[in-house]
């Protein structure tokens, strides 16, 4: 490694970044959903039957998004570019699951594709940019 080049450091202020926080902010409001009106974020999330049998699955769901949240901003503040775009990465198959999950139970397949494939296209298409090299300073 050569000391007079360096890696710019991640700012706050860019897109990859921007768009990171974004995804973070949306797991957070999805898991403040499901825990706070878990029938209309089942209904939300694809899955037909509501009652009081879905409602302890939606409470996992809603503790998981909150860890995949908190895990984001966590990454974005400490500057982590690339270990937030491994993450990111990795967390693709979670909506893959889930648009498998509630095709599996009576959801159409262009319902399982509008939710969960919009959200593991715009993980992959983030994680793309997360990932690709970055700029150094001369």
């Not at 990859?16 to 957070?28: C, E, K, R, S, V």
């Not at 409001?29 to 209309?40: E, K, N, Q, T």
């Not at 599996?104 to 983030?126: I, K, P």
Request: glycine residues 8%.
């Amino acid at each position: 490694m050569n000391p007079n080049h360096s890696q710019l450091p991640w700012k706050l202020t860019s897109p990859t970044a921007l768009f990171t926080l974004l995804l973070g902010a949306f797991m957070l409001f999805i898991s403040l959903r499901a825990a706070m009106d878990p029938v209309s974020a089942a209904r939300g999330f694809g899955l037909t039957d509501s009652g009081s049998e879905v409602i302890p699955w939606l409470y996992v769901k809603a503790g998981r998004d909150l860890g995949l949240a908190l895990a984001m901003f966590a990454l974005v503040a400490i500057r982590q570019r690339k270990a937030a775009g491994v993450f990111v990465l990795a967390c693709i198959v979670m909506p893959t699951v889930d648009a498998l999950t509630v095709m599996h139970g009576g959801a159409s397949l262009a319902f399982a594709l509008a939710v969960h494939g919009s959200a593991a296209l715009y993980g992959a298409v983030l994680a793309a940019a997360l990932l690709r090299p970055q700029k150094v300073a001369a």
